[in-house]
């Protein structure tokens, strides 16, 4: 059975598995050292979790709205607006 | 030619009472049809949900500049975290969005009483989400990491047991920061526990059909940006500083 965002319960419960593993996956990383690459792989993970969330449990995917998917990136974008020209200010002054 | 005008409208508010009668209830007059109304409604969520990244997003700029500045410190305050429980709330709130994606899905087909059934799975995982932060706080208040005048602090060992120095004071701002982001995150599961009870009990009254459940999925929608959020607080919190 699949309704009209073409997910079906398998798929749901598919993507719940993943993000179960890809928790324990980056909680068991931490536990390596891999230098300056821990926060990298922490925060890869967390981002691919974050994706599948947006496309799959919150139909970003498949939306017959197109206009959805531009206000979903907008709100990304925003936000990298925010933290690249912050840290640009802060770690480019001299006192820092 | 007025006698013809008035004629014309008539007939024109007849068709539309005609219409009106015909349509579906739940749809409102502005939009065309029922596919375009819960598009509508989807985009107006997406745009407080735009508004919630940014809320949250000013609060993980501030960690992102302070962890740069101070960056022992917040690796020993990080350090200090129980990463056990940090892991498992963040299990509980992704079997919670399940829930909530499953508890959709089974009103599409009109299966009331599945969805209430997994509504309350969705707000009794809220519940425990929140008792097991609240047996992190009460850790954080017994050891004195609550920022204020009894904080102190002075576990701070590196991989091998070697105490490295660290100034409290940066690692109070460590916790202030802690205490922001997951109190601001405890607040929006305590409002999403809510809106979850209502529609549960709105649901087993028969307010929602196969027809018409778009309170159901926008609420699903900002129990999912709940769940985003801590998908990032868990690694940014618990996780990067394990090796300094």
Not at chain 2, 122 to 151: M, Q, W
Request: hydrophobic letters at 50%.
């Amino acid at each position: 059975m699949s309704n009209e965002h073409g997910t079906s319960v398998k798929t749901y419960l598919i993507i719940g598995a993943t993000l179960l593993v890809l928790t324990v996956a980056t909680t068991l990383i931490a536990f390596v050292n891999l230098g300056p690459f821990n926060p990298v792989v922490a925060l890869t993970i967390a981002t691919i979790k974050a994706l599948l969330v947006i496309l799959f449990f919150m139909h970003v995917k498949g939306a017959s709205e197109k206009l959805t998917g531009v206000v979903v990136v907008s709100g990304f974008f925003f936000l990298a607006i925010l933290l690249t020209l912050s840290l640009s200010d802060y770690l480019t002054r001299s006192w820092w | 030619m007025h006698d013809s005008q008035a004629t014309t409208s008539q007939a024109t508010v007849q068709v539309t009472t005609a219409e009106h009668e015909a349509h579906n209830p739940a749809l409102v007059h502005q939009f065309a049809d029922a596919e375009q109304q819960k598009n509508a409604a989807s985009l107006g969520m997406w745009l407080f949900l735009v508004t919630e990244i940014m809320f949250f997003g000013g609060m993980f700029c501030a960690y992102l500049i302070y962890r740069l500045k101070y960056f022992n410190a917040f690796a020993a305050g990080s350090q200090s975290l129980a990463i056990k429980w940090g892991a498992i709330n963040t299990a509980v709130l992704i079997a919670s969005s399940v829930t909530v994606v499953l508890a959709i899905y089974a009103i599409r087909f009109g299966r009331k009483k599945l969805t209430v059934a997994f509504l309350v799975v969705t707000v009794l995982l809220g519940f425990v989400f929140l008792g097991i932060k609240s047996i992190e706080y009460t850790d954080k208040f017994r050891e004195h990491h609550v920022p204020g005048a009894n904080f102190h602090f002075t576990e701070n060992f590196d991989d091998n047991g070697k105490q490295i120095p660290v100034n409290p004071n940066e690692v109070q701002l460590f916790f202030s920061l802690y205490f922001a982001m997951t109190g601001m995150h405890a607040l929006h599961m305590i409002i999403g526990i809510g809106l979850m009870s209502t529609l549960a009990v709105l649901t087993w009254r028969g307010h929602y059909s196969a027809e018409y459940y778009t309170p159901l999925e926008n609420a699903g929608l900002y129990w999912h940006l709940v769940d985003i959020i801590w998908i990032y607080l868990f690694p940014l919190l618990y996780l990067i500083s394990r090796h300094t």
